[in-house]
């Protein structure tokens, strides 16, 4: 099956710095590549999500890139605030019609990212 | 819109209890997914169901029993609770398999003592 690995654990950056994280995967078949960001205590959201016919994707001060031929996926924050301080998954999932197989996300193990003031 | 529902939202259990966590959705959703989070490992899969009438095992079913009772409600058992499973636990849908966005319903933190 897939499996996602995540880097690195913990990030921690100062407030208006830039913060990146880290995925590869290794199913080939995956094609569609979400993050996820849980605040203490709540549930996982989606904030941006990538699918295989496109390298990159940005959505104001956030970004994602993906690198198919290397397998692997980064979550670019630009000018980082208080309120990104959380929890960051993210995941890759094969295609729902690929034939069959396994379905549902594969997850990395998740960064807990800190923004220091 | 109450998007995906769960109950109850924290259960103490003794080892060999049972107990069903209840999920509902109701966004019209094909798919539907039961994730249990650990302290370090993410989230992983436990079953899910692709679409009524189906149900299909993930990463980490042992211990696990899932029901797809409608298209809006998907149901986890716990046979014989183990302190192993004190996690928690969250239910997610999608409109259909793959290439779309998972939401999440608040989870259930579960405790076997």
């Known amino acids: 099956g897939e499996n996602v690995e995540q880097h690195p654990s913990t990030l921690s950056v100062q407030e208006g710095d830039s913060a990146v994280i880290k995925c590869t995967y290794s199913?080939?078949?995956?094609?569609?590549f979400p993050w996820y960001k849980q605040e203490l205590g709540k549930r996982p959201q989606l904030i941006i999500d990538?699918?295989?016919?496109?390298g990159e994707k940005k959505d104001q001060r956030i970004a994602v890139t993906l690198n198919k031929t290397a397998k692997h996926f980064s979550l670019h924050i630009t000018e980082t605030q208080p309120e990104d301080s959380a929890v960051y998954y993210c995941?890759?999932?094969?295609?729902?019609?690929?034939?069959?197989?396994?379905?549902?996300?594969?997850f990395g193990k998740g960064t807990h990212l800190i923004i220091q003031p | 819109n109450a998007g995906v529902t769960q109950t109850p939202k924290f259960q103490v259990l003794k080892t060999g209890q049972s107990m069903t966590l209840q999920c509902a959705q109701d966004?019209?959703?094909?798919?539907m997914y039961w994730y249990r989070q650990d302290p370090g490992m993410g989230l992983r899969l436990i079953y899910y169901?692709?679409?009524?009438?189906?149900?299909d095992k993930g990463e980490v079913p042992n211990g696990y029993n899932v029901s797809r009772l409608n298209k809006r409600e998907f149901s986890l058992r716990l046979e014989s609770a183990a302190p192993s499973q004190t996690s928690v636990y969250f239910c997610?849908?999608?409109?259909?398999?793959?290439?779309?966005?998972?939401?999440f319903g608040q989870g259930t933190r579960l405790t076997v003592v």
């Open positions: 169901s692709a679409s009524e009438g189906t149900t």
């Open positions: 995941a890759a999932q094969v295609g729902g019609n690929s034939g069959g197989g396994a379905d549902g996300l594969t």
């Open positions: 997610a849908s999608s409109v259909a398999r793959g290439r779309t966005e998972a939401f």
């Open positions: 966004m019209n959703h094909n798919s």
């Open positions: 199913d080939s078949a995956s094609n569609y």
């Open positions: 990538i699918r295989s016919n496109v």
